[in-house]
């Protein structure tokens, strides 16, 4: 499916015959250590930079009532960010995933993104804009 905005990915959510359970990392996206002038002109110009997550979080779809409440709860940590990427976990026979069964997903979504794999997750800027990476 493709989204025009996150409340697409919320109502796909929603929609989904196994309950969901949405896993949320805001990043930062800050300039790298021993940056070139090279690179420090693209980061300027925000079109480059390294992704740096800050901040994790998971909540059944039911839980958002949409981008600007997700935004303002996220204001509450003091945690500055730049972008949030959306993972999803499918539940079994009518039952979302716990809290419990997020926290190893959610470390592996941290891991894929300092890794630089963040095409397997939904991505909006801090204005809730779909973002796409190339």
Known sequence: MELASFDDLLTAARQQPEPQRLLFVFARVELPENATAAQRER??????????PCLCVDKAPHEIAGFAALKAESATTGQEWDMVFV????????????????????????????????SDFAAFDREGQVLRFT
């Open 43 to 52: 980061f300027e110009r925000r079109e480059g930079g390294t992704i740096s």
């Open 87 to 118: 993972g999803s976990l499918d539940g079994r026979g009518g039952i979302a995933p716990s809290a419990d069964e997020a926290a190893q997903p959610l470390r592996f979504m941290v891991n894929a993104i300092n890794d630089g794999r963040v």
